[in-house]
């Protein structure tokens, strides 16, 4: 089992920026790739951000050039800094992590809000 926990949401002013933190816990070597998600209300849950285990990253074509995801193995961190913000990005964001056995965990989302 795998314990993920976000922090560092919040309400910010467009072009703002927040990072968001993961921290995992459990069976953690069992890790394989790390992600965030989002999901706003009304919405589907979509990809943001993933980060593999050995550091090759991807990003959703409206964060490209905003959004940064990196990760600490040795905290055992992941993160997400967030750039120039729109208020389009408010919505809740969950951290996902992929065992090498292909099972997904999931943090309890966090809150991102952005007004204009």
């Known amino acids: 089992q795998v314990q993920l926990v976000e922090s560092g949401g919040g309400s910010v002013q467009a072009g703002e920026s927040l990072t968001l933190s993961c921290a995992a816990s459990?069976?953690?070597?069992?890790?394989?790739?790390m992600g965030w998600y989002r999901q706003a209300p009304g919405k589907q849950r979509e990809s943001v951000a993933a980060i593999s285990s050995a550091g090759y990253t991807s990003y959703r074509d409206s964060v490209k050039g905003r959004f940064t995801i990196s990760r600490d193995n040795a905290k055992n961190t992941v993160y997400l800094r967030m750039n120039d913000l729109k208020p389009e990005d408010t919505a809740v964001y969950f951290c996902?992590?992929?065992?090498?056995?292909?099972?997904?965990?999931w943090g309890q989302g966090i809150r991102v809000t952005v007004s204009s």
């Open positions: 996902n992590a992929v065992s090498r056995l292909g099972v997904s965990y």
């Open positions: 459990g069976s953690i070597s069992g890790i394989n790739a």
